[in-house]
């Protein structure tokens, strides 16, 4: 019988030519307007002061292993028990991850597969808690997390949380009132850690309150993960129950998320909350990219990154509290830098434009007692890993932070908005940011 031409026709010279176009054209030749705003990032990256606490600035090595084949690969479920074929490689990826993840913060066990933080804490919470059960975490204005139990979040509304927060004097954590608080609400789970709490959390105490009610102890150390990498700040997995982090901010490597326990009896309701909990097929370009990011953590270089980083944070609490910006808590333990514009004119939010205008790059924050919504807020924060992993060193953050001090509160008190005078602070903070290499060819 004759074959019709339509069944033929993937076997045709043309259609292979035309796959072996689709395979092989290089971004630019294939999607110039996305080739040209990849370009337009690097400038923006390159030329500006990068102060946003969340970002790093990743090796080439990660690039590439974000950019490999593993993005074609599908797989379900654990490393030896995958649902989908082929999944051998895939399988000493993640379990590599692991390994690496387990040695660099002492853990017994870990799950790579998390697409973000959140997405870590949504799966401890569907692993560990039923619908209603108790939650207690940190105030979203008290430096907490969206995914820890806020009403805006799926966490809110799943289960019942209450809020702990620091004291609006002066920052700091009342690990007293904690304890209270956790008396009188008796959680299943409490959360620790957050988005913008500065300074070194007292772990033994928030085990201790815990084990005092019978709660679980979470820890997300997503914005000092890296200090802890560094054995600059204490081990959270020496005392929680789980602990939570994502990959990419101070532990500068892949977007992502990671979840880190002890106790082998969590293992199962933990790996089943990622997948099939909240998760499906993981992102495996993004698990070897995590696994080249860890690796880099491991490595004795390392620790002295990790030193810098608190050294540079700890230089520009310095350099804006000589200045008079007030400083949350007066100072920091971590990478983030919170300032507390309460009772000024001036809003976080219009901080952060100012800022930008003059070359600098950091995010509105609420603050502890803030009067001001979410998208005003009160504070500002700033976070010193992406400007260390770039070179800073602390002679380059002290002038960041008189160039902070300059435009929040000017040399009369009053914030510089004048575009003259704000260009010529981006003139200097581009010529320090172009002293640091960024991808040098
Ligand atoms: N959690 C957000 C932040 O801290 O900026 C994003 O990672």
Redesign the pocket.
Known sequence: MKSTSRAAKPRDLGWAAEAEAYLTRHLAEADPEVAELVAREYARQAGGIEL???ENVVSRAVLEAQGSWFSNKTVEGVPGDRYHGGAEIADRLEALAEVRSCRLFGAGFANVQPH???QANQAVFKALLKPGDRVLAMDLRAGG??SHGSSANLSGQVYETQFYGVRETNGWLDYDALADQAGRFRPKLIVAGG??YPRALDLPKLRAVAESVGALLLVDM??FAGLVAGGVLENPVDHADIVTT?TY?SLRGARGGLILWTDETLSRKLRAGVFPGVQGSPLLNMIAAKAVGLGEALAPSFAAYASAVQQNARMLAETLDRRSVPVVTGGTDTPLVLVDLRGRELTGAAASDLLARAGITC?KNLVAGDPRSPRETSGLRFGVSAMTTRGADAEAMEAIGHWIADVLIGRDGRPTEDDLALERIRTEARALAHRYPYYPA
């Open positions: 946003i606490a969340s973000s933080g959140s997390h969206l988005s913008s997503a914005h994502t901010k995010n």
